[in-house]
């Protein structure tokens, strides 16, 4: 029987322990691509799930509810009207037009979608300021509320924001056919609003549409 050296056994076991260390570090890596990114205490920082429209939308009412007088600048006092909500169902969503004293709106829409920034246009800035102008007429046909409910199928919720509270009414829209009246006024000049907003976007999209288009160019015209 041949003679088997130390050296020979040392060997062995140094090539095993490196090829158990050498699948251990595999594991540890496979197991690393699989796992979320660390959180800043070093722990596997858990998978948000993606917003739904219907969250983001849920979490952009909330804030226009939370808005102060002095988030936008306003000096409001008591019940001075410095914000409204005005909701309507449409079809199979829910739309939400929020509108404040500085000439800022919003409008947004509960399956996803919408506009905000109007404050940047001053056709909408005009049109959400004559909105506000006209709440001071209907706040006294509301009642103060701590909740915000969206309104039922076929009816117009409005909101009325002031230092002092919150003030709302909930109606269906043949009531709001008279345009002399303070509800029948505000529901009007809400829909000016949102008509303002709606044009504005489609000047966008047309804008995009003929940024896109190639130019051709004749020798001795400017476009």
């Given at each position: 029987m041949e003679h088997i050296h130390p050296w020979q056994v040392i060997a062995v076991i140094v090539l095993a322990a490196v090829y158990f260390y050498m699948?251990?570090?595999?594991?540890?890596?496979?197991?690393?691509?699989?796992a979320p990114p660390p959180g800043a205490n070093g722990r596997p920082r858990a998978v948000k799930p993606k917003e739904t429209a219907e969250e983001a939308y849920m979490k952009m009412r909330q804030r226009a509810f939370e808005t102060t007088p002095m988030n936008i600048g306003i000096a409001a006092q008591g019940t001075e009207p410095y914000g409204i909500v005005m909701e309507m169902g449409i079809q199979i969503s829910m739309?939400?037009?929020?509108?404040f004293a500085d000439g800022d709106a919003s409008v947004y829409?509960?399956?996803?979608?919408g506009m905000v920034g109007g404050i940047s246009h001053e056709s909408v800035r005009k049109a959400a300021k004559a909105f506000i102008a006209l709440a001071p007429n209907a706040?006294?046909?509301?009642?103060r509320t701590t909740t915000y409910p969206l309104p039922g199928p076929d009816r117009v919720r409005f909101y009325i924001l002031t230092p002092q509270a919150v003030f709302t009414t909930e109606t269906n829209r043949q009531a709001l056919t008279n345009p002399k009246s303070d509800l029948?006024?505000?529901f009007y000049a809400g829909q000016?609003?949102?008509?303002?907003?709606?044009?504005v976007q489609e000047q966008k999209q047309e804008e995009r549409k003929q940024d896109q288009k190639p130019r051709v160019e004749i020798p001795g015209y400017q476009q």
């Open positions: 699948r251990w570090k595999k594991k540890q890596a496979e197991k690393a691509e699989m739309m939400t037009l929020v509108c829409y509960k399956n996803g979608g706040v006294a046909k509301m009642i029948g006024a505000l000016e609003v949102v008509a303002q907003m709606r044009q």
